[in-house]
Structure formats: C-alpha cells, structure tokens
C-alpha cells in the first residue's frame, strides 16, 4: 500500500554552526539549488522548506561550519532505556569499513540492537519493482529515486516530474517494509538506518516509516568517543537473505548493472548520471527532452558524485574511488559465486535470486507516492524594471560589468540579482560591487592621503613650534620652580619666628596677668592706705584737741602753782614747803605747756605731713589705679596678640604646606614639560614617520590604480 503523508514539512537535515561559519558563501557555491540559503546577514542560514538535503554544503564547508542533523543522540538513549530495535544497514557501509563491516554490525548488537538487516537485499527487491512496473504500465518515463535528494529537488523544483518518479519504495523502504511484512519478530520494533546521507530522515518523514536515521561518521565517532577496536570485536552477519548484484547499488551505475542482469538490453535505453553538476541541470531539461520523445526509458541517477559510497555521511570524504569501492566490488563477487555456484553464470544467479526475491516481495506491498512541495518555492522573479535597479546597485552600468565570476556563490549576476531581490543575498557580496568600491574608496584614499600629506607637513611645523615654546615653559618651570624654593625657605623661617614668638607670648600672658591681678590688689591695698591715713588724720585732729586741753590743763595747773606760790609766800615758813611743791607744779606745768608746744609744733608736722602723705597717696593711688587699668588692658591686648600669634602661626603652618604643595605641583608641571616636551618629540617622530607612509601608500596607490 503506497504511503504520502503530504501534511508533513521537511524536516531539517543540515545544521549550521554560527561560530565557526565565516560566511565565505562556499556552501551557496556547492548548493545545487541555492535559494535554499540566505547569505544576507553575518552568517548564512537554511530554509528547509527549500532545502533538498544534499549534504554538498557539508563536504565543501573548510571550516566545518555545516552538520549533519541526526538521531544518533536519541538512539543511544532509548538503547539504554532497553527500546527494541534493529538495524538497516546501506551498501556504503562496507566502503566506510573495508572487510571489517561483520564487526560492525558485532558492535551493533552489543549496544542492543536484536537484528540486522542488509538493505542491498532491499535494492534487489527495488529493481524487481522497478522492471515490474516497466513491465505492467509500459511508462514512458522512470527516474529512479533511491537518492532522497533527488526526489527533494523533483518535488519543489520540478513538480512536473513527479508523476515519472519510480512509483516504488527506496531500497531502504523496501528493506524496512519487508522485515513488517516477513520477519513478524521484528514488526513492532523501532528501526535505525545506517545511512550514508542526512536526507534519508525525510523519506522517513514524508512515509512514515523508519525511525532513526544516523550517519555511518556519527556511528564512527561513537566508536572513537568509546574507545571501541572494531578489530577485537567478534563478526556478525545480516539476518535476511543475502543480496547478489545490489551490492552495487551504492556505486555509480549499480542499479542499472543489477537491472542488465533481469532486463538485458536495458542498458541502452537508461541514462546514468550522478554529481549535482550534472544530474540537477539534467532534470531541468528532461521535460524537454520527454516532451521531444528522446527522453531515455529509466534514469538512474544519483546525488553523489562516486554514489552513496562517498555521501556526505560516509568515512570516504578526500579518499579515492578505487580504494573505496574495491571492498564493495570484492563483496559483489563474492555473492555473485553464492548464488551461481563456482561457474557464477547468470542464468544460475537470476534462478536462484529469483526465488528467493520471489519469497519477500508481493504486487502493491512496496508502493510510493509523492507530495508536490512547489507551493514552498517561494522565490520571486524580478521583472526587467528591478532587475535593472538591483543591476545599477551593484554598480554593473554595462553588460561587460556581468563578470559571471561565481564569486557570491550564484554563478551568474542574474542568479545573484535573483537572489537579492527576495532579500537571500546584499550587494556588498558581489564582487564587482566590491572592487568598484574598492577603486571608489581608493580614489578617495588617493585624494584624502594627498591631503594627510599636506596635513603631516603643516602639523609637523606646529609640533615643532610647540616643541620649541615647551623647551621655553620648560626653562620658566625649572625658574618658578627655584622661586618657589626660596619663598618656601622664607616662609618656612617666618613660620619659625612666628611659632617662637607665639610661644614667647603665651609664656608672658600668664606673667601678664599675674601682674595685672598684683597691680589691681595693689590699688585695693592703697585705696585701704589711703583710709587708714584719713582715718589717722582724723585721729591726729582728736589728738591735737587733747592737746590743747593738756595746754589748757598746763596753763591752770601754771596759774594753780602761781597761786600756790603767791599763797606759800604769804604763809612764810609754812608754806615754805607748799612754795617748793607749788614750784615744782609750776615747773612740771611750764615743762609740760613746753613740751605740747613742741608736740603741738611736732604733731602739727606730722599732720601736715601725713596731709601731704594722704595727697600723695591719693595721688599714688590714682596712678596705681590707672597703672592697673592699662595692666589690664595690656593683658586683654597681650592675649589678643597670643592668640593672633597662634593663628599667624598656624595661618603659617597652612602657608607652609600650600607651598610644599606648590613646590610638588612645580616639580610635577616641571617635570610634565619635560614629558610633554619629550612626547612631543616622539610625535614628531611619529608624524615623520606616518608622512614617510603617506607617501609610500601613496605611491602603492599609484601603482595599484597605474
């Protein structure tokens, strides 16, 4: 029952790494379609949609930027989960491993794969459905679809062949439909395909049949990753029937030589052609070429150049043709003596095949349609009109500017242009484009150079000049520089006398006004002497009344005695002794009015001495008084002259400090004009020198555009 699944996109199949691609366009180059890959941004990227998995990008890519997408990731873990599955090997995996591929597949059973399958077997149930359907509808056309790429390309590109492709499965679908069909064991399990391309994971798709499709270089670089030595590994053999002829089938011209051996004469009527050089143009011009009745009857066609032996995910890459597909001849040869005996005559080999095809294939079972993806194909053409808009963008003026050098990937300035118009590609990707930039920019080079030249030239003479007036700042600096040190020394001595002073000052402040309070006692203390001496006046004054009443006292005890004397007299001898008292109390009485007189007179001194001495004193006291004022105020302005010597002081601690400042800030601008002036010199340098490449560009310039 054929199987289409046309609601299912491609999938995609190639993979690119955007930190390894260099956009070099290498792969729009190698592309058989090209549209496919959008060169427009930093990096390329594929739309799958357009993509036919070709894998011609990957082998071309140098820096490795382009990869295969595959299940090998996801195989290896559902083999550990214990998924059930089994293996279909392609041809081309004896040519990646040359007489070791039995322990290969020993190694895929060790991992837990139940059972192998080899899907040349699966090609000789292929041919037998091709010569069926030859046999039974007569067509006039058959392109043989092996190559999934092919019918990729059939399907977008050219949906007019679609009804002339092989109505009949793939090899590898033959295989797979017929361990369902005949080996019952195996019919629910999952298959992988050892597959030598990335687009088999769309067959499997667009079918729905198959599961993983792993490149036969992920299984090596699974065994490398592991450490496995296939060459201790025990050998292992397919579980189906052995093919004969269809060993062949990954070799160029395999299937027709497997044909030749149903249908002799075939040959004449089949067009081999494989490599996308030659096979992509060749189905652009096989409608023609059917519509002109010369179309060939089968078209066994291939993607690969040598075939799937050298597809893109085989080990063969770089390797030679005979080295390569001796292994694949050797094992045809050996089959073909399995089964025609040791004579290996075909009319013995097409018996017994015969039979055993006969045993696993049945009319209908491997049937195949296919899904027209045309609508995909979204590329616009450009009309004359934008053609030539994009043309001019690209600077092309006349048709000798259409280089058709391949350089943007499109091997013509159409395809380019094409692709610029559905914004796949930009202008400065043309090469053309890029080398009248190129003489633009050099022109302008030329002319902006001339002027740099004369640009240097004048700099040169202002560099110089400043070199010059910075020798001179220089000069000033280190002058400024030994001004600032005598002022600093200066200032440095003041702040010295200043701080010496200040100290001298604070020391007397206390002397200061220790005197100030002496001086203030002592006019308290005169102020008392003062009142001592009045009040001392005063008692002079009391004194001196005292006096004359002793005078007074004096003069009548004188006149007493003058009358004790007159009375003394007049008693004669008895008052003789009265008379002698009497004279003696007169004398006492003259002696005393003597002496208050001469203390009188001496008292009267005194007091008119201590009156001059209260006079003085006052006097003294006044000026004691005031003396103790201006102490006071001499030691309210001492204090004042303390503190603003401090503040001179400190005032001059900060002086000293801005000049170190200075004196540093001098020495550094000194020490910057000699840099500036020795950097200057180096630039100088520096411009003669990009003078001397100015004029050496210049003259490369020259020669470039002479």
Request: charged share 25%; hydrophobic share 35%; net charge negative.
């Amino acid at each position: 029952m054929p199987n289409s699944f046309p609601d299912r996109p491609l999938v995609p199949v190639i993979g690119v790494d955007e930190d390894k691609c260099v956009n070099c366009h290498m792969c729009i180059a190698v592309c058989p379609v090209k549209f496919c890959i959008d060169g427009s941004g930093e990096k390329v990227s594929i739309d799958e949609t357009l993509c036919i998995g070709c894998g011609s990008c990957v082998r071309a890519c140098s820096q490795k930027a382009r990869y295969i997408i595959d299940d090998a990731d996801h195989l290896l873990e559902d083999l550990e989960r214990g998924e059930r599955i089994v293996a279909v090997a392609a041809p081309a995996l004896v040519s990646s491993f040359p007489g070791r591929h039995r322990k290969f597949l020993g190694w895929l059973r060790s991992l837990g794969v139940d059972a192998c399958f080899d899907v040349s077997f699966g090609a000789e149930l292929t041919v037998r459905s091709y010569l069926d359907h030859i046999r039974t509808n007569d067509p006039r056309l058959v392109i043989a679809q092996p190559c999934p790429a092919i019918v990729s390309y059939v399907e977008i590109y050219r949906p007019g062949l679609i009804p002339y492709l092989a109505p009949a499965d793939s090899p590898m679908l033959h295989t797979i439909k017929m361990i369902r069909e005949y080996h019952p064991e195996y019919s629910r399990h999952k298959v992988v395909v050892v597959s030598p391309c990335a687009a088999k994971k769309r067959e499997f798709e667009e079918t729905g049949i198959g599961d993983y499709n792993v490149t036969i270089r992920s299984f090596h670089r699974i065994l490398e990753e592991r450490g496995v030595d296939l060459d201790h590994l025990p050998e292992s053999d397919f579980d189906n029937p052995p093919a004969e002829r269809a060993v062949l089938f990954s070799t160029p011209g395999g299937l027709l030589r497997t044909a030749m051996r149903d249908a002799p004469g075939i040959e004449s009527r089949t067009r081999k052609i494989e490599g996308p050089e030659l096979v992509y143009p060749y189905l652009d011009t096989l409608q023609s070429s059917l519509e002109s009745g010369i179309a060939p009857l089968l078209v066994d066609c291939l993607n690969c150049e040598f075939g799937c032996n050298a597809g893109p995910g085989t080990l063969n890459h770089g390797k030679s043709p005979d080295a390569f597909e001796r292994s694949v001849e050797d094992l045809a040869e050996e089959r073909r003596r399995r089964y025609g005996g040791r004579a290996a005559s075909d009319r013995a080999v097409r018996r017994r095949l015969a039979k055993v095809v006969s045993g696993r294939w049945r009319p209908g079972l491997y049937g195949r349609n296919y899904v027209d993806r045309s609508p995909d194909l979204r590329i616009r053409e450009p009309d004359d009109a934008r053609l030539a808009e994009i043309y001019a963008a690209l600077l092309k003026e006349t048709e000798k500017d259409h280089l058709n050098c391949a350089a943007c990937g499109y091997k013509t300035c159409r395809g380019m242009a094409v692709a610029i118009h559905n914004g796949l590609n930009k202008k400065e990707n043309c090469h053309l484009f890029r080398q009248r930039l190129i003489e633009r920019e050099q022109t302008i080079v030329h002319e902006a150079n001339a002027r740099l030249y004369r640009e240097i030239r004048q700099a040169t003479g202002q560099v110089d000049a400043i070199r010059t007036a910075l020798n001179r700042l220089q000069e000033d600096a280190a002058s400024q520089f030994s001004a600032i040190e005598e002022s600093a020394a200066a200032v440095e001595q003041m702040v010295a006398t200043l701080g010496n002073a200040s100290s001298i000052a604070s020391s007397k402040r206390g002397q200061m006004d220790h005197l100030a309070e002496e001086a203030s006692a002592g006019g308290r203390d005169m102020d008392r002497t003062v009142e001592s001496i009045r009040k001392a006046t005063g008692g002079m004054n009391a004194i001196d009344g005292m006096i004359a009443s002793i005078r007074d006292v004096s003069d009548r005890t004188n006149l007493l005695a003058m009358n004790a004397a007159i009375q003394a007299a007049r008693a004669g001898n008895a008052g003789r002794g009265f008379a002698v008292v009497a004279g003696e109390i007169r004398g006492l009485a003259e002696t005393t009015g003597r002496n208050v007189g001469s203390i009188t007179g001496d008292l009267s001194e005194i007091i008119a001495q201590i009156r001059d001495s209260d006079g003085m004193v006052s006097r003294t006291g006044d000026r004691i008084r005031s003396m103790s004022r201006d102490v006071v105020t001499m030691a309210g302005e001492l204090s004042a002259l303390v503190d603003s010597l401090a503040e001179l002081s400190s005032g001059g601690s900060q002086v000293t400090s801005g000049i170190e400042e200075l004196r540093n800030l001098s020495m550094g601008v000194k020490e910057v004009y000699g840099q500036m002036a020795s950097g200057v010199g180096s630039i100088l340098e520096m411009i003669n020198t990009i003078a001397a490449i100015s004029e050496e560009t210049q003259r490369t310039v020259d020669t470039a555009g002479g």
